[in-house]
Each structure stands twice: as structure tokens, then as C-alpha cells.
T-cell receptor, first 112, second 113 residues
């Protein structure tokens, strides 16, 4: 158990809909990262927050947004969902801005 | 454009033998490399890392080798154990740290008895 929690574990929704994925980092970690893993692909870095502020951005679509709240949990919002958004979404956390990342178990999103 | 490539989707090794997992990268800006292990229904777990100023890093049964001129790294597991059966991802960063990681597609290692 990495100490990083993600909810929900599974999510099934329809095209055009909007969903919110939630992540609670390990106690004491200030950075939260979001990754997307599509079928047969590596994990793609989406975005990093550090202590409530956006720190780094990867290949995140404009339809996707994230935020980190004062209690340090983070949410990833996916809107106008398309079939191709079906993937595993991982959250990770680290103490500082660039330390070892500890991953949650992921949220599996299926868009029908 | 896959900047980090793991060309072997799977590998089977007998218990006690050496497992060698390979990874190639194309971005010459990458200067920090990591290996993660992933069991089913769990997130990836950090295993070992190497900075581009080194060519080898060892941690117990795990050794990572880096060949910068060939843009190639490998993970050696000696001796392999059944509990090592998992998917192994290599990852790379251009920041000298474990941030802004680009992951490969993974190699599934099966250690047989």
C-alpha cells in the first residue's frame, strides 16, 4: 500500500459526459501528479500540482483540468468525454517537487 | 512519438537465473532514468534510478546500466525470484530528477519455477 488513495476504482460513463477523479496523496506529500495509461501505452504525464499551485504540465487535453485543494487532495476533471479517453488514470504523490513518486492504484475509466 | 521504448512486451525467466529488461530512448535531453514495477490492480512502485552522470547503479538484486551513447538502459535482476513476476516500466526525465517522467510501454516479466 503506497498510501495514495484514488476514488472511484472504476467508472463507466457515456460519450459527452463529465467525470471527476479524486486523489488523496500520502501524508506529508505536497506534490500530486496525474498520469493516463491507455491500452498498450506507457503512462503519459498529464499535470503536476505542488502545494496547491500548478507546477508542470504534460500532454493534458484542454477538455481536462485539475486542481489541488488546501487539504492537498486533488481532482482531475474530464469533460466532453470521447471513446478514446477510456484509460487507467493514475495519481502519484511526492514530498517535494521532484522526489520519488508514489502511485495510487488507479481509476479505470470506460467511456461507452 | 514514443520517446521511451521497451521493445519486448514480455519475458520469461527461470527462478534463480538473470532477468535482463531493456529500454531505449530517443530524447537526448533525458538525464535521469528510473525503473518501476507494477503488480495487477496496483499502481507502479519505484524500484531503482540512475543519473546520466553514472553508468551503473546497484541496489541488492537489482542493477541498472546506462549506455548514453547508445541511448539504452537495462535492468538486471539476479537471481530472479517468483515474486519478481510483474510488469516493469522504464521512465525518463529531462530535469535531472524524478519529475516530468516519460514512461515506456512496459515489459511483463514471468519468473517460472
Amino acid at each position: 500500500d503506497s498510501g495514495v488513495t484514488q476514488t472511484p476504482k472504476h467508472l463507466i460513463t457515456a460519450t459527452g459526459q463529465r467525470v471527476t477523479l479524486r486523489c488523496s496523496p500520502r501524508s506529508g506529500d505536497l506534490s500530486v501528479y496525474w498520469y493516463q495509461q491507455s491500452l498498450d501505452q506507457g503512462l503519459q504525464f498529464l499535470i503536476q500540482y505542488y502545494n496547491g499551485e500548478e507546477r508542470a504540465k504534460g500532454n493534458i487535453l484542454e477538455r481536462f483540468s485539475a486542481q489541488q485543494f488546501p487539504d492537498l487532495h486533488s481532482e482531475l476533471n474530464l469533460s466532453s468525454l470521447e471513446l478514446g479517453d477510456s484509460a487507467l488514470y493514475f495519481c502519484a504523490s511526492s514530498v517535494g517537487t521532484a522526489g520519488t513518486q508514489y502511485f495510487g492504484p488507479g481509476t479505470r475509466l470506460l467511456v461507452l | 512519438d514514443q520517446q521511451v521504448k521497451q521493445n519486448s512486451p514480455s519475458l520469461s525467466v527461470q527462478e534463480g537465473r538473470i532477468s535482463i529488461l531493456n529500454c531505449d530512448y530517443t530524447n537526448s535531453m533525458f538525464d535521469y532514468f528510473l525503473w518501476y514495477k507494477k503488480y495487477p490492480a496496483e499502481g507502479p512502485t519505484f524500484l531503482i534510478s540512475i543519473s546520466s552522470i553514472k553508468d551503473k547503479n546497484e541496489d541488492g538484486r537489482f542493477t541498472v546500466f546506462l549506455n548514453k551513447s547508445a541511448k539504452h538502459l537495462s535492468l538486471h535482476i539476479v537471481p530472479s525470484q517468483p515474486g519478481d513476476s510483474a510488469v516493469y516500466f522504464c521512465a525518463a526525465s529531462p530535469t535531472g530528477t524524478a519529475s516530468k517522467l516519460t514512461f515506456g510501454t512496459g515489459t511483463r516479466l514471468q519468473v517460472t519455477l
